[in-house]
Every structure is written in structure tokens, then in C-alpha cells.
């Protein structure tokens, strides 16, 4: 399994008491497939994809990612982790603004170290992939909101991680260019082999994922097979 | 850097305008520390020049200070310097300002007195009771040159040579024999033979400086420490080496301010960049790398302008220094102030949460 969430719980504290987010949670994302997480607002997906991106550590249980657990790994061990290994599409783009598109996700190759050149080759590849090959020169206000997203899905892909997760990739889209961009996202969920998480509450996409998981009220349904 | 160049290019704005800041303040700074430099040179560049290492003051009385201005010194103090252990030399100098007058032309001036071939003066051989050693400034300001005679305090005098620049408190030295000097600015006690203002020592590590000041009833200070003994040198360089702190510290502060604002603007950024898996100290060094390139570029360009101004004004009337301690420190010294004003502006970043970059998690 690229991503296994086990009997995780976490509570934020709420005056004198403290909410629970999830509850005993467990969650396995193969390598290759795409997984829906649905539920109302506030039902604890976003809280489910942070945990899983490593940015809250739960109160109990255990985040496996590629085989390593992240129980006991420091904060840079863990930005280390987030790196190589995660890679995260945000709900809003959050592009750089002095960025062109290309160098949104040639900085993920050198975050990691990588030389410009061969960081450059696979932006294109990844641009390219995404049907931006020829808007790489163009800054965030110069695209339009679906050119961003789908931006916001190569720089997720840039360094090759093995889970991909998706935060409510579609809320600021319209139908067609929601339909659009999920499309993309199972198309490189199997092209890139990742073991991706959708965070949505948007149902009427969701034919062709892998697997839905309902959350309701910090509890997940057990997850049926969709196909 | 590979952000913080992009930054740079595409706010060309906020930088352009944050660096003309710094440009101006550099350009202040190092006009102030020329100016400063150069009136320095003419309050103190006769004393600073001396081959002595120790001035013997007359002991003040009472709470008085060390003063330039009040001090006598008799012979017998001074055979007693000379006497004792330790001391290389022990030569007197008699300080006055006067007039000097060369036809229609007057001038204020500094005579200094000196004993018949001390080392004290230039071309002190050629001093002798009615030829004296001018310093370039008091030849050009009373139109004379070698050989041309001229009025000090009411004596008539021969120019032996025009020697060096050296001046004291604003105005430029006149070198003469003690005895002439003793005649054209008489000292106030006479009781105890021929008299100066002060006592010029070159000193070794023998000599006991405490027990002959207290033999000769004398209170040494080594030159440098002398300075503050001239009184428009202390209020002056006083007054413009705090304007210097100031514009230092200001300089700081705006620098600190400006990067403030600028990280608070992108900390969405950053949050994001750390949820991306970027690593505290990376941004802390990108943010701080764009902060010295800004600085390093303001403070040259600042550098430069305030060099040629100088370069300029150099040799007029305007006392200014151009040397590459009056140019280049100031620049060093905003650079690492700044530095650290935009250190402490940026450590927020450390505490920026990447959660914040998931939208629904804000």
C-alpha cells in the first residue's frame, strides 16, 4: 500500500472541550488507484487529507506513506517526507505570483536538489501533460482559473511522489472545467501510478475513481469498491 | 534564491523603491562620515601627526578637565619629563591661536612653538627666531609663500618654508621657535622660566608615567586620548558621530520594517512552499539572500554617488574626508545592520504553519 491510515483520531480543542475531527479512522490507497473522500462540510475531509499530508500529526493511530511510517519522524524529517513522496493539490491554485507556470514546479526539482536542466525537461513533460506545453512562460494572472488548477496538479507531480492528494480540486471551477480537471487527475493517477486521495463534496464526478470513502461526522464509511 | 531573484524581477516596484531607501540613507551616511572625517582632520590632524606618543597636560585643579586651551607647562616640568625613566623625548609645544596678516589678507591660525630642531615641526631646522614653518592651508589663505614676510600678533615674520597641512581646532598651524612663540603669545605664569602649553612625549614601556606626572606635577594622556582635550573637537565630532548612530540604527529599522511588511504580504506563500516540502532554514536563507542582494545593491550604488560627491568636493572649501575607511565602512556597517534588522524581520517564516496553505483547513 503507497498510503494506509490506521485507527487515526484526532480532536482540536473547542473551549473547555475538545472536537473530535476524526475517529478511529483507517483509510488504504493502493499505488495506481484514485480514491474519493466525499462527506458534507465539517464532516473532517480536509482534516483526513492533512494528516495524510503530514501537516497535523493525529492524537492516535498510525500514517504509513510508501511503506514508512511517520509516527516519531521529526518536523524536517517529515518536510523531508512531504518532498520526495507527497505531492498536494491545493483547493485554491496557491501559485507563486512571481512565478511563470514552468518555474511553479521547477522549484519543487529544486527544492529537492535537482539540476535546472533536467528540472526543466520534466516541467515541460509534466506542462505538456496537462495541455500547458505552450502557456510554460505565462505568470499565475495571466492564466485563467482552470489553466492554475491544472498548473496546481503538474506542480504536484513534479517530484515523482507516491501519493498524490487532492484538495477539492473542482469548487472554483465550473461543470465542464471541474469535469475537466478530474478527468486529468485519473488519467495521471494511473499514468503517474500514485496513490491519490480526492477531498470533494462535489459527487457528480466521481464515476470514474477507484474507490469512496464517506465521512460523516469524523467517522469513515467503510470504503466500498466503485469499480 | 531561486525564488527570491524571481521576487526581486517581478516587484520591481517595492524593491526599486525600498533600494532607492537605501541608496539615500548610504548616500547621507557617507557624506556625513566624509564630512565628519575632514572637519576631524582640521580640528586634530597637527596633534594626530606629532611623532609623540603621550601629551603631559598642566595637572587640572579641582574638577577641571584637560584642556588644550588652559594648560601651561613650565621648564622644570618639562626637565623633569625629560629626566626621566623611560621617556625617549620630552619636547615642549606652546599652542595659541592668533591672527596673522600678509598685506590686505588676515587669517585666524594656530602657532605652534617648538624648541630649535625638535622633531615636532617640519623643516624645523630652518625655524629660527624670525623665520617661520607655514602649513599649505596658512599660505594659501594669507596669499604668501617662501621667503614673503607676514604679520603674527603684531610681529613681523619671514615664511623659511610652507610645509604639510596640518591643522588645530579649524584653523592651519604656523610652526615657530618656542622663544617666538613665547613673544607672540605670552603665557600666563613666567615664575619658573620659559613655559608651553604642553609636553610631548615618546615614551618605552619603562618609563612610569604615574610617578613623574606626580614629581612634575603633570597629568599624561597618550595623543590620541589628548583630542577630547580640544574642546571644538569633542562637541563636534560628538554631535555628528551620534547623527551617524542614528542614520545607522534608522537605516536598520526601515530596512527591518520594510521586510516586516514584505513577509507578512507573502507568508501565504511561504506556507505553501513549506507544505510543498521546502525546509525552514531553505526559505530563511532565500529570504534573507534577497534581503543582501537588495542591501548589497543600495548600499553600493549609495556608495558610489556619495564617493563621487566627494571626490568632488574634495579640495574645495568643504572639509571632507574621502578615504577608503570614510567610504567603505559606513557601507559595511549598513549592509550588517541592515542585515540584522532584516534577520529578525524574516524569522517569522519560522513560524508560518503550512496547514494554512489547505484552503478548508484555515
Same mark, same amino acid.
Given at each position: 500500500m503507497s498510503l494506509n491510515l490506521t485507527d487515526i483520531t484526532l480532536t482540536y480543542p473547542d473551549g473547555d472541550t475538545r472536537l473530535t475531527a476524526l475517529d478511529q479512522v483507517s483509510l488504504e490507497v493502493p499505488q495506481g488507484s484514485l480514491t474519493a473522500v466525499?462527506?458534507?462540510?465539517?464532516?473532517?475531509?480536509?482534516?483526513?487529507?492533512?494528516?495524510?499530508?503530514?501537516?497535523?500529526?493525529?492524537?492516535?493511530g498510525t500514517v504509513t506513506i510508501d511503506g514508512q511510517r511517520t509516527t516519531g519522524l521529526t518536523r524536517g524529517e517529515l518536510t523531508e517526507l512531504r518532498r520526495h513522496k507527497i505531492g498536494i493539490v491545493f483547493q485554491q491554485p496557491n501559485l507563486l505570483?512571481?512565478?511563470?507556470?514552468?518555474?511553479?514546479?521547477?522549484? &519543487?526539482?529544486?527544492?529537492?536538489?535537482?539540476?535546472?536542466?533536467?528540472?526543466?525537461?520534466?516541467? &515541460? !513533460?509534466?506542462?505538456?501533460?496537462?495541455?500547458?506545453?505552450?502557456?510554460?512562460?505565462?505568470?499565475?494572472?495571466?492564466?485563467?482559473?482552470?489553466?492554475?488548477?491544472?498548473?496546481?496538479?503538474?506542480?504536484?507531480?513534479?517530484?515523482?511522489?507516491?501519493?498524490?492528494?487532492?484538495? !477539492?480540486?473542482?469548487?472554483?471551477?465550473?461543470?465542464?472545467?471541474?469535469?475537466?480537471?478530474l478527468g486529468l487527475i485519473t488519467r495521471?493517477?494511473?499514468?503517474?501510478?500514485?496513490?491519490?486521495?480526492?477531498?470533494?463534496?462535489?459527487?457528480?464526478?466521481?464515476?470514474?475513481?477507484d474507490q469512496i470513502a464517506e465521512v460523516q461526522d469524523g467517522r469513515l464509511r467503510l470504503p466500498a469498491m466503485n469499480r | 534564491m531561486f525564488v527570491a531573484w524571481r521576487d526581486?524581477?517581478?516587484?520591481?516596484?517595492?524593491?526599486?523603491? &525600498?533600494?532607492?531607501?537605501?541608496?539615500?540613507?548610504?548616500?547621507?551616511?557617507?557624506?556625513?562620515?566624509?564630512?565628519?572625517?575632514?572637519?576631524?582632520?582640521?580640528?586634530?590632524?597637527?596633534?594626530?601627526s606629532l611623532p609623540a606618543d603621550k601629551i603631559a597636560f598642566q595637572a587640572p585643579s579641582g574638577r577641571q578637565e584637560l584642556s588644550y586651551s588652559n594648560s601651561t607647562v613650565t621648564e622644570q616640568q618639562w626637565r623633569k619629563w625629560s629626566e626621566a625613566p623611560g621617556v625617549e623625548s620630552a619636547e615642549p609645544l606652546g599652542i595659541t591661536t592668533t591672527k596673522a596678516t600678509a598685506g590686505d589678507k588676515s587669517t585666524g591660525v594656530s602657532a605652534?612653538?617648538? !624648541?630649535?630642531?625638535?622633531?615636532?615641526?617640519?623643516?624645523?631646522?630652518?625655524?629660527?627666531?624670525?623665520?617661520?614653518?607655514?602649513?599649505?592651508?596658512?599660505?594659501?589663505?594669507?596669499?604668501?609663500?617662501?621667503?614673503?614676510?607676514? @604679520?603674527?600678533?603684531?610681529r613681523q615674520l619671514k615664511v623659511a618654508a610652507v610645509r604639510g597641512d596640518a591643522h588645530f581646532s579649524h584653523t592651519p598651524v604656523i610652526w615657530t621657535r618656542l622663544d617666538?612663540?613665547?613673544?607672540?603669545?605670552?603665557?600666563?605664569?613666567?615664575?619658573?622660566?620659559?613655559?608651553?602649553?604642553?609636553?610631548?612625549?615618546?615614551?618605552?614601556?619603562?618609563?612610569?608615567?604615574?610617578?613623574?606626572?606626580?614629581?612634575?606635577?603633570?597629568?599624561?594622556?597618550?595623543?590620541?586620548?589628548?583630542?577630547?582635550?580640544?574642546?571644538?573637537?569633542?562637541?563636534?565630532?560628538?554631535?555628528?558621530?551620534? &547623527?551617524?548612530?542614528?542614520?545607522?540604527a534608522i537605516s536598520a529599522l526601515v530596512i527591518g520594517a520594510f521586510?516586516?511588511?514584505? @513577509?507578512?504580504?507573502?507568508?501565504?506563500?511561504?506556507?505553501?512552499?513549506?507544505?510543498?516540502?521546502?525546509?525552514t532554514a531553505n526559505l530563511l536563507k532565500d529570504a534573507l539572500g534577497q534581503a543582501v542582494v537588495l542591501l548589497v545593491g543600495g548600499t553600493l550604488i549609495g556608495t558610489g554617488i556619495a564617493a563621487s560627491v566627494g571626490a568632488l568636493v574634495s579640495g574645495s572649501a568643504v572639509p571632507f574626508l574621502l578615504t577608503p575607511a570614510t567610504v567603505l565602512i559606513p557601507a559595511v556597517v549598513i549592509i550588517l545592520l541592515g542585515a540584522l534588522g532584516a534577520a529578525l524581520s524574516i524569522r517569522r517564516i519560522t513560524s508560518v504553519d503550512p496547514l494554512t496553505a489547505l484552503g478548508s483547513v484555515r
Open positions: 466525499v462527506g458534507p462540510s465539517g464532516s473532517g475531509k480536509s482534516s483526513l487529507l492533512a494528516v495524510a499530508a503530514t501537516l497535523i500529526t493525529p492524537d492516535t505570483p512571481s512565478l511563470t507556470a514552468a518555474e511553479q514546479l521547477q522549484v &519543487m526539482a529544486q527544492l529537492d536538489g535537482r539540476k535546472p536542466g533536467t528540472a526543466r525537461t520534466r516541467a &515541460m !513533460e509534466l506542462l505538456d501533460a496537462v495541455g500547458l506545453a505552450d502557456q510554460a512562460g505565462r505568470r499565475p494572472h495571466q492564466l485563467s482559473g482552470g489553466q492554475r488548477q491544472r498548473v496546481n496538479i503538474a506542480r504536484a507531480l513534479m517530484n515523482d511522489p507516491t501519493v498524490l492528494l487532492v484538495d !477539492e480540486p473542482t469548487s472554483a471551477l465550473d461543470h465542464e472545467r471541474g469535469a475537466a480537471v495521471l493517477t494511473h499514468q503517474q501510478a500514485t496513490a491519490t486521495v480526492l477531498v470533494t463534496h462535489d459527487r457528480t464526478h466521481l464515476t470514474a475513481v | 526581486l524581477k517581478f516587484a520591481k516596484g517595492r524593491f526599486a523603491l &525600498m533600494g532607492a531607501v537605501i541608496v539615500l540613507i548610504t548616500l547621507l551616511v557617507g557624506l556625513l562620515s566624509g564630512l565628519t572625517a575632514g572637519l576631524g582632520r582640521q580640528n586634530v590632524s597637527a596633534i594626530t605652534f612653538g617648538v !624648541e630649535p630642531g625638535s622633531r615636532l615641526a617640519p623643516d624645523s631646522d630652518r625655524i629660527t627666531g624670525s623665520a617661520v614653518v607655514l602649513s599649505t592651508t596658512a599660505a594659501d589663505d594669507l596669499g604668501v609663500k617662501a621667503g614673503d614676510s607676514f @604679520t603674527l600678533a603684531g617666538t612663540w613665547q613673544k607672540t603669545a605670552p603665557p600666563t605664569s613666567t615664575d619658573d622660566g620659559p613655559t608651553a602649553t604642553v609636553i610631548a612625549l615618546s615614551t618605552t614601556s619603562q618609563a612610569d608615567v604615574a610617578a613623574t606626572d606626580h614629581q612634575a606635577g603633570t597629568k599624561t594622556v597618550s595623543t590620541d586620548d589628548s583630542l577630547s582635550a580640544i574642546g571644538s573637537y569633542t562637541s563636534e565630532n560628538g554631535s555628528l558621530q551620534l &547623527m551617524r548612530g542614528f542614520l545607522f521586510f516586516t511588511v514584505w @513577509t507578512i504580504q507573502r507568508s501565504g506563500d511561504v506556507a505553501v512552499l513549506k507544505a510543498l516540502g521546502a525546509s
